[in-house]
């Protein structure tokens, strides 16, 4: 009798061991992946996640726009532009995971916008959707003049981005 108590122990020590050996070897390969999914972290990929963060926003602010808003005019080029942003987003995002760029989610000031966007009362909704989107434009076109790249693909999203926010800026402009 003891000697199968002691053949047990030996077996449960003998288990415990080698579960130990395959977690330690497990928390190596776990840290390996880590090293190899670290991300550097560029002014370029700085840039490139905030585009995708404010394009993010855009497509869902558009969305919310096209369903609230009253202004027939304005209901239709939130709708057409929508197209625009998401093909402007899917380069964008192509161009993040070529260059390796890690990306991440949308911002908290945006994501707080667009919760203010989706509690907004209809009523007089055009109203608070212009002034919203009025105020993006303005931060989102001073950033993009402040930044100069030597990467040729991240100058040309920039600019083709620059260049659809303008447009967005002169339709808003002249809305109520």
Known sequence: MKTNYFILLLS???????????????????????????????????????????????????????????????????????????????????????????IKPISKELQDNLYKLVIGDVKGFDNVFILYYKDFLSKSLDDIAVHKFDDLSVNQLKDKYGNLLYNHKLYFDVQK
């Open 12 to 102: 449960i020590i003998a288990i415990s061991c080698n579960n130990q050996q395959r977690v330690e070897g497990d928390e190596k390969k776990i840290s390996v992946n880590k090293k190899s999914k670290k991300f550097e972290e560029t002014p370029e990929s700085t840039y490139i996640n905030n585009q995708i963060s404010r394009l993010e926003f855009q497509v869902e602010a558009f969305k919310i726009g096209s369903e609230k808003v009253a202004n027939p005019d304005l209901k239709k080029y939130l709708h057409d532009e929508i197209d625009n942003l998401k093909e402007l987003l899917s380069q964008t995002k192509s161009l993040a995971i070529t260059n390796n760029y890690e």
